[in-house]
């Protein structure tokens, strides 16, 4: 039982990272790859308006009034994310977790506004030597997430060992902020 709340938590790089997220201004979120939606149901609880994307959506909880949930498989077709009508950049915050998939940068940048937030967290190369993800292709090489976002303001980067429970669990964090145009 334990083990299932814990994993029902908000990440604590959320978590320790809210006076970032500016949460009194409602912001659009979106949350990519959510899961079971434990971070943006965070956010969303201090007022965000989320949108959560996963392939399959049967693992999200159920949704408040002000949010909403897209089932769209990002990794077949082009690496697109679903724009507003009106404007392409239309994310305040964009949140991806322990999820790679490398033909999305340039999209998840384009989706943010500008002044807007990436929260990222996922594996580095060095987790496949104590347990899974082990496929290089979901694993981020050292300095990828500040290379990727290297003319961003960096807010937070650190990549190491996070101890996910009390295992070694090795992962980049990196929370930068979109140049203002």
Not at 62 to 81: F, I, N, S, V, Y
Not at 169 to 175: D, H, L, S
């Amino acid at each position: 039982m334990d083990e299932k709340r814990l994993r029902a938590e908000a990440a604590p790089l959320l978590t320790q990272s809210s006076q970032l997220l500016r949460l009194d201004s409602h912001p659009q979120v979106l949350d990519l790859a959510c899961g079971t939606g434990r971070n943006g149901l965070w956010l969303a609880a201090h007022g965000a308006q989320v949108t959560f994307i996963d392939k399959d959506l049967g693992r999200l909880a159920a949704l408040p009034p002000q949010c909403r949930a897209l089932a769209l498989d990002l990794e077949t077709g082009e690496a697109k994310l679903p724009k507003a009508q009106t404007e392409q950049a239309q994310y305040d915050i964009v949140l991806v977790f322990n999820y790679l998939h490398r033909p999305l940068f340039e999209a998840i940048k384009e989706s943010i506004k500008p002044g807007g937030l990436i929260v990222y967290e996922t594996f580095i190369a060095r987790q496949a030597e104590v347990g899974r993800p082990k496929n290089p292709n979901f694993l981020l090489t050292d300095g990828e997430l500040l290379q990727r976002f290297s003319s961003w303001e960096t807010l937070h980067a650190f990549e190491g060992d996070v101890g996910c429970e009390d295992t070694p669990c090795f992962k980049a964090q990196y929370i930068g902020r979109k140049p203002a145009k």
